[in-house]
């Protein structure tokens, strides 16, 4: 049975408090950086097709509401975007994912190549 990506995220996160192994701690950060790509874009879709109805007035006070505020300069676009990321952002399975990337790195471990950095 798969997972949706909120409760790998969290199962990830949990189970990697007792690892220590950076190859397992990668492994557990690779698939967690999966979910969350595929978490932030469940958000994006929903939040997508939630503002589709919405007037301007209407989605600039939901993005106020959710901490994104529509800035000046902004098209409509980009202010839906913020709000889906800055809904995403709050989420459990945000929390969870940032949390397993810091277990990971107190074991030296990202996701990122030694080249790269």
Known sequence: MEMNPTALLLDL???AQHVSDPDTLHSMLA???R???EGVADVQAGVDRESASLSDARLAGRCAAA???WEQGMT???AVSALAFAIW???PAAMA???LG????RFGVCLLGEELL
């Open 13 to 15: 996160t949990a189970r």
């Open 31 to 33: 698939a967690g950086h």
């Open 35 to 37: 979910a969350w790509c």
């Open 67 to 69: 901490g994104a505020p």
């Open 76 to 78: 409509r676009g980009e």
């Open 89 to 91: 952002d709050a989420s």
């Open 97 to 99: 994912y940032t949390e």
């Open 102 to 105: 810091e277990r990971a790195a």
